[in-house]
């Protein structure tokens, strides 16, 4: 079975004065996500919150309330490590890169490591306890990728 995760960009590009189309994009979102959910709690938070997009029916205060609430919490829920959900300055909601965090947590070497690409990777697991989780590998063009401590691509960005 295909369990979908985020990808890197722009979910809806939503009318700023149309908040039905909006709570539509949010709820399909929910609803791709959740069918293959394996986190429970998750899950249920996601059907929650579908739940009060429809009965919210075409009440705009009540979707707005979705949007701004249940339904962007329940979508951050999915966010897979340094990504966020949010409206992007272009305006379009989507899955986004949290690069700042991810620098910061290299330079600190928070559980991060950043190489070049092509380049060795360091030993993953120390003895000092600082084990590495992360691997943020960069090409020559600035391309980014995360990997997880098992080499598995987490996302990646251009």
Same mark, same amino acid.
């Given at each position: 079975?295909?369990?979908?995760?985020?990808? /890197?960009? #722009?979910? !809806?590009? +939503?009318?700023?004065?149309?908040?039905? $189309?909006?709570?539509? =994009?949010?709820?399909?979102?929910?609803?791709?996500?959740?069918?293959?959910?394996?986190?429970?709690e998750r899950?249920?938070?996601?059907?929650?919150?579908?739940?009060?997009?429809?009965?919210?029916?075409?009440?705009?205060?009540?979707?707005?309330?979705?949007?701004?609430?249940?339904?962007?919490?329940? /979508?951050? #829920?999915? !966010?897979? +490590?340094?990504?966020?959900?949010?409206? $992007?300055?272009?305006? =379009?909601?989507?899955?986004?890169?949290?690069?700042?965090?991810?620098?910061?947590?290299?330079?600190?070497?928070?559980?991060?490591?950043?190489?070049?690409?092509?380049?060795?990777?360091?030993?993953?697991?120390?003895?000092?306890?600082?084990?590495?989780?992360?691997?943020?590998?960069?090409?020559?063009?600035?391309?980014?990728t995360l990997?997880?401590?098992?080499?598995?691509?987490?996302?990646?960005?251009?």
């Amino acid at each position: 079975m295909y369990i979908r995760t985020p990808r /890197i960009g #722009a979910v !809806c590009s +939503p009318d700023p004065n149309d908040i039905h $189309a909006l709570a539509d =994009d949010f709820a399909y979102e929910l609803r791709q996500f959740s069918r293959t959910d394996r986190d429970g709690e998750r899950r249920r938070a996601s059907l929650a919150a579908i739940d009060d997009f429809e009965k919210a029916g075409g009440d705009a205060e009540a979707l707005q309330a979705f949007v701004d609430g249940a339904g962007l919490e329940a /979508i951050q #829920a999915y !966010c897979l +490590p340094f990504m966020s959900f949010s409206l $992007a300055p272009s305006g =379009d909601y989507g899955f986004w890169p949290d690069l700042e965090g991810l620098e910061r947590a290299a330079r600190s070497r928070e559980g991060v490591i950043k190489v070049n690409s092509g380049d060795p990777w360091p030993p993953l697991w120390s003895g000092s306890g600082r084990d590495i989780q992360f691997v943020m590998e960069v090409s020559d063009h600035g391309n980014l990728t995360l990997y997880n401590r098992r080499r598995q691509e987490v996302w990646s960005c251009v």
